[in-house]
């Protein structure tokens, strides 16, 4: 007689963790096991976490089969990217993602209070995802009511449980790979995306706006831009063109630009693995002293790892640096 599955839940809190398990019939004898601790010995989890901790695991017999990206905040403006290196890491390593968050909602205090709309380079760059590492990614949006302020009943989970339904009946029959295979072509990833459109049409000023890059970025040839051409190593990039990022931060940290930078990676780079052009960020008020003071503690800082991954080269104030040399 076959074993049957066996389930367990990785929780970045254990209050997601309980939320998740309680979804799904499959899940009522999972296991609750905190993410941290949870690559020792499992580099197929370890690699889900090289760049972050994202909320939600899935493991199926020890071999992780979804992950699960769940916030209230609307990723409007720069902060759009924060997660995204979170997804990235799951798709690059064929594990289907969701993303669960509102596509609008109301802010409280500031300046810019009030409604707050999806900035539109998630969608585009989690479709690139999807495309070019071929795993399944899908959004479901958090619903609001009225006024836009966040809808916490139960009924706020009804989509994500329908979706596992519907992972579920691929999963028996073809495990991950046919989730990764056929899940854009069920019916309700089909509804996901007719709901996104719909939002861009009816809710968003300006959805032109992000069919181009924002004034942080610029693409160009490489011979083209001054800021690269004041260093011979530009020479010695691998592609002719280049997706310059400008981090306007004054010291070396990680949220959200490291997620930007991966975020334009897929956006307008071809991925890390697939480049088509080069991505090098920009840190005009970073010297090169200043990151290697930053990089002497090694591994551990997750913001000089991150960039290095991101980056083919990263263009300080004072040099340009290709990746092998950081």
């Known amino acids: 007689m076959a074993t049957p ?3 367990e839940i990785l929780y970045d809190d254990l209050q997601e963790g309980v939320w998740f398990k309680s979804l799904h ?35 199926c017999s020890n071999t992780p089969i979804l992950v ?32 669960f968050g509102p596509y609008a909602a109301y802010k409280h205090g500031g300046n810019t209070q009030g409604p707050r709309f999806m900035n539109l380079r998630l969608f585009y760059a989690l479709d690139a995802l999807e495309r070019i590492e071929d795993t399944a990614v899908t959004t479901i949006n958090w619903p609001v009511d009225p006024t836009y302020h966040i809808v916490q009943a139960a009924s706020k989970d009804d989509r994500l449980k329908e979706y596992l339904a519907v992972f579920f009946d691929l999963y028996d029959s073809g495990g991950v790979p046919n989730v990764n295979s056929n899940f854009k072509t ?12 719909s939002f861009i049409k009816t809710k968003v000023k300006k959805p032109q ?29 691998p592609f002719p063109e280049s997706v310059l990022y400008r981090v306007g931060m004054r010291n070396i940290r990680s949220d959200p630009f490291t997620g930007m930078g991966m975020l334009y990676e897929y956006l307008y780079a071809g991925g890390p693995v697939h480049h088509t052009r ?13 990151w ?35």
Do not use: C, W
């Not at 096991?33 to 493991?59: E, K």
């Not at 002497?296 to 040399?325: E, H, M, P």
């Open 5 to 7: 599955p066996r389930f």
């Open 25 to 59: 019939p499959r899940f009522a004898s999972a296991t609750l096991t905190p993410i941290t601790g949870s690559a020792a010995g499992n580099p197929r989890i370890a690699n889900l976490l090289q760049y972050d901790r994202p909320d939600v695991i899935v493991q």
């Open 68 to 99: 699960i990206e769940r916030t209230v905040e609307v990723p409007s403006g720069h902060n759009v990217g924060q997660r995204f290196a979170r997804l990235a890491a799951a798709a690059q390593h064929d594990t289907p993602v969701v993303y």
């Open 186 to 197: 069920t019916s309700f990833h089909v509804s996901q995306l007719a709901e996104r459109v």
């Open 209 to 237: 706006q992000y069919d181009i890059p924002p004034n942080s970025v610029i693409i160009d040839a490489n011979n083209r831009l001054d800021s690269l051409t004041a260093y011979p190593e530009h020479r010695k990039l």
């Open 278 to 290: 080069n991505m090098v960020l920009h840190f005009p008020e970073i010297s090169h002293g200043m």
């Open 292 to 326: 290697n003071n930053a990089a002497s503690a090694g591994r551990s800082r997750k913001d000089i790892r991150l960039y290095k991954q991101v980056a083919n080269a990263i263009l300080f104030s004072d040099a340009l640096v290709l990746s092998a040399r950081l």
